[in-house]
């Protein structure tokens, strides 16, 4: 069936339902940053693959939004379709709410799954059609009907992530919630984002590829906690979870097991990651309240055996990176390796650990003008072969029992000229900057971002992204709500949060460079002015010494990078043969 | 009467209407920053002062709460009363939300004045009280039946802010506020906050000191436009406003007004803006949405009128400073100078000023440990005898027809010590800071914040308090949307922005000390990677060099301030006699 036929399908069935304008998202009900295949609905209605993407059909229009780091492959991909790409934040174009209030007839009826929009999405745009009182249906799939071969859901496997791991047990976990259930009066607690059910029940699953988090909601009451998840693949931890008091039902049963709860009770859950669908479901039969999930405060903050082995983890993560780095810088010239071959040796040399599980996420090898490109990705039909000169850029992670990895380094592979010098040297002022940063307690990400931006800024420069996100523990690459970036986000940096610290510098079509280490949020004083925080960087992995330009650095800075590399030497060495042993105090030597 | 009787009679009113919780806010129906004696509702029930405060009146209790700036004079003004203090922000005590949820029985009636409060803390109370059923009546005023003498609002004369000084016509303002209602598909737009109604219709007034706002609504559609003004006040503009379309109504016949309007049109109005009376009155009879208020960003941006009238008029007010400082210096210690000589001095000298109205807020003037108090403010009972020693911190401005002025300097007046300079020179740092920023277009001052803090921070230091504010143009002294502060609000900067830059240190029972300068937000520079912007320090009054340790500042620095005083005295010397430029040349020498 060709992207037209199903468009005409979809439209056929729309006249049926009365339906006027069809929206499809590309979201899962947990609003996960990475979907099952089951939900690449957007894929399969317009062909078109970006990670950020949004189709709106109406009888004689089918409108393809996405942003603009895929307006070029969107264009490519949907040609020769109905499709019309439509930019977002482009002055040129209405954004897809504004297109559906405009090309939907006053009082007629536009359409989405309930459970593939969040709630707050929803709303929103509810608001903007109500101006034409345009009825918005949620509860009905069309899609559904026209999609065969529909992939479904994964079966793989939940295992239950052990103590000397997670740090904290299940039960202590659920008390910590009841605890402020009871504070906000909230009698039924219900969650929706799957890594704040894994965190909760200490269960780790892998739905879908680089993720350990598994389809599910979860209800917790004061005397009970209901894990709603595909009973084949949670089989193996049914009894442990018993032990806890936590009774496991069908994924599908949330709705009916809602239905059936006492009228009197009063809900709380976070209207930001809970889909429409659901909302819709409690709110029209209980009283309830919009919180922001308990569980992401308490998930952020590692605790002391998180800490322990996120910090071992990154070590053994740093060996394994270096061990990249060598071979990379030993051989790059002699034998052909092109961008793929860098994922297949990262994983070689990482699945030697015990622990390691998968990649966290899909690595970003780009080889010059490819890393100016910031979500690059390599694939079999387009890719660099890396040649003995220039900047290959690596970003790389993986999942361990013992937490999540996200280091990304710039590799210098032979001659580079000055303004890459100067490019690579500012982008580390930008990295120790936030690295050596001393804040009061509860300042936000938003207001640190600054430190890494001014040495760009000061030279007209900027990257187009954040300078950091949350790392979870084996969980996701991203976490909320920490984040250090120029969105003004209320989220106060506490104690025990885990972030990346990734400036860059981005040239298209002449090279990319990112330095991205992990720095763990610690107490550094207290005054009496208040009380003060600092950062650790926790990722001993060397900084390529050939592309700084020392003259650029301050006296402090230089400090800084060699008190680094002597860490990073002592960290690492115990576990080196000699010969790594050498080329590693080679990367580290002062400068 | 007394405070208990007050209370006793209220208890008997709530009684007989049926109301267990009775809610009194200190705002007036337009959530200004300084109320009309009229609302001074908490002052009439509790005796208390601050700026900040609620009470709450049970059957049993009654509750006030205020923050830490006034806990040591509230528990003082409510003592020997039936009232009991609660702390904001404090563990120990509970909000006043949770306290009427808690102490209000289930399906019981909570009572406020819906003109005295936000639509949004009205929304956030309702929701908490939601959880047992609790009723909020709004349209019962209680207080107004025991209140004798209830002050009136004033009946100031309004006035027409000539072009020259506003540099936009009421006519073009009002056109770019139908095109944007147009776009947003808004058929009635209703402004609630008194700034914006003065800023759009170019008039100014003075119901409250300090202030050239009026008590007023306003209501624009595409075809006409109305103001809601007591016509008494309003009488001298009547004419010019009916010449650009504009209509005079009533103050309180808005309520009425839109009674009448058709029901198909559709509302735009800010809940954040809107008191919840309103809002009840609009969205219980017309569809609407919440829009952020129009008028705040156009007012923000200054034209080019506006900017010259401001370089302008911050050059004269500091000669008034410089004249302020050349007086204290050359008279402290000779006769008699206190705290309250100082507000008089500055009026004296402000007021050969063709333009000036009259001071832009009450004078801040305290001498040491007086300016530990962030918000001290001296009185007839309580005030400093000013010495020859130590620091004098003087925070004042005024309102003129060319714009509003707020700057603060804190003046050496003799002796001061090691740590007194390690402080100012700090403060000077801090300041120089921000001044210099290069930021990209789009940042917000959350951001740029770090940039004055990191002086403190990376010492251990701290202060309670913003580091800058909007300011009006012949308006408030407080103007949104742009703040530079910890809160992180989403507020970019814009060309044409005016914004104080005020880092300070306070010592509890020893000084204080700020250094707040205007800042203009400017087009810096651009480059590939995007659009620039830069501040221009536009308050040319001289830092007392007296308290600077210069091994403390870095060469840029120096340079910055040395290039600040040439620019000081360039500036204001035109304006000076022979003795008092002599006496600025002093003060602008290079270090």
């Known amino acids: 069936m060709t992207i037209n036929e199903r468009v005409d399908k979809l439209r056929l069935l729309m006249q049926k339902n009365n339906i006027d304008t069809y929206i499809i998202t590309k979201f899962d009900p947990h609003q996960s940053e990475y979907a099952p295949a089951r939900y690449d609905s957007v894929k399969f209605i317009s062909g078109f693959t970006g990670s950020n993407a949004t189709a709106v059909i109406t009888e004689d229009k089918a409108m393809l939004w996405t942003d603009g780091r895929y307006f070029i492959q969107a264009a490519k991909q949907i040609q020769g379709t109905y499709f019309d790409l439509q930019k977002e934040n482009h002055p040129n174009f209405p954004d897809y709410q504004t297109f559906v209030r405009n090309s939907t007839k006053k009082g007629g009826c536009a359409t989405f799954d309930g459970k593939c929009m969040s709630t707050l999405a929803a709303k929103n745009l509810a608001e903007k059609l109500s101006a034409k009182n345009i009825n918005c249906k949620i509860d009905i799939d069309l899609l559904d009907e026209i999609w065969e071969d529909r992939p479904e859901l994964s079966n793989n496997k939940i295992f239950d992530l052990l103590i000397n791991y997670a740090g904290k047990s299940r039960s202590e976990k659920l008390e910590e919630i009841r605890k402020i259930m009871s504070g906000e009066n909230i009698d039924v607690y219900v969650i929706s984002s799957l890594d704040d059910i894994a ?325 550094h004083a207290e005054s009496e002015f208040g009380r003060f925080l600092s950062f650790e960087t926790i990722s001993p992995c060397p900084i390529d010494l050939e592309a700084i330009d020392v003259s650029l650095l301050t006296q402090d800075e230089i400090k800084w990078i060699n008190a680094f590399h002597e860490d990073v030497f002592n960290k690492l060495s115990p576990f080196l043969n000699e010969d790594e042993r050498y080329f590693l105090r080679l990367q580290t030597l002062d400068i």
């Open 199 to 523: 965190w909760l029940f200490n269960l780790r699953g892998n739905d879908v590829p680089y993720n350990t988090t598994f389809a599910s909601y979860a209800i917790v009451e004061q005397d009970s906690a209901v894990l709603f998840v595909d009973s084949e693949k949670i089989s193996d931890c049914v009894e442990i979870l018993r032990q806890d008091n936590v009774t496991v039902k069908k994924y599908n049963e949330i709705f009916d097991y809602i239905k059936n709860i006492d009228k009197n009770k009063f809900f709380g859950f976070d209207e930001n990651r809970t889909n429409y669908a659901l909302y819709t479901e409690i709110t029209s039969n209980f009283r309830s309240k919009n919180i922001k999930e308990i569980t992401v405060d308490l998930k952020a903050c590692k605790n002391k055996i998180e800490i322990e082995n996120l910090k071992s983890v990154n070590i053994r993560d740093s060996v394994y990176l270096l061990r990249f780095i060598k071979w990379i810088k030993e051989n790059v010239g002699k034998e052909k390796i092109t961008e793929l071959d860098v994922e297949k040796k990262l994983i070689e040399l990482r699945s030697k650990d015990k622990n390691f599980l998968f990649p966290s996420f899909n690595t970003i090898a780009a080889y010059m003008p490819n890393a100016a490109m910031m979500h690059y990705s390599a694939t079999e039909e387009s890719h660099a072969v890396i040649e003995p000169k220039g900047f290959l850029l690596v970003d790389s992670g993986g999942q361990y029992l013992d937490g999540t990895t996200d280091v990304t380094r710039t590799i210098v592979l032979g001659k580079i000229d000055e303004q890459m010098k100067r490019d690579f040297t500012l982008t580390l002022k930008s990295n120790i900057s936030l690295a050596r940063a001393i804040f009061l307690d509860g300042t936000c990400g938003v207001t640190l971002d600054m430190l890494a931006r001014q040495p760009m800024w000061n030279n007209l420069m900027d990257y187009k992204c954040g300078t950091g996100h949350g790392i979870g523990f084996c969980l996701g690459v991203h976490e909320g709500p920490q984040n250090i970036s120029l969105r003004p986000v209320a989220a106060p940096l506490k104690e025990g949060m885990i972030i990346s610290n990734e400036p860059g510098v981005y040239r298209e079509n002449m090279y990319g460079i990112r330095t991205e280490t992990t720095i763990l949020v610690k107490f």
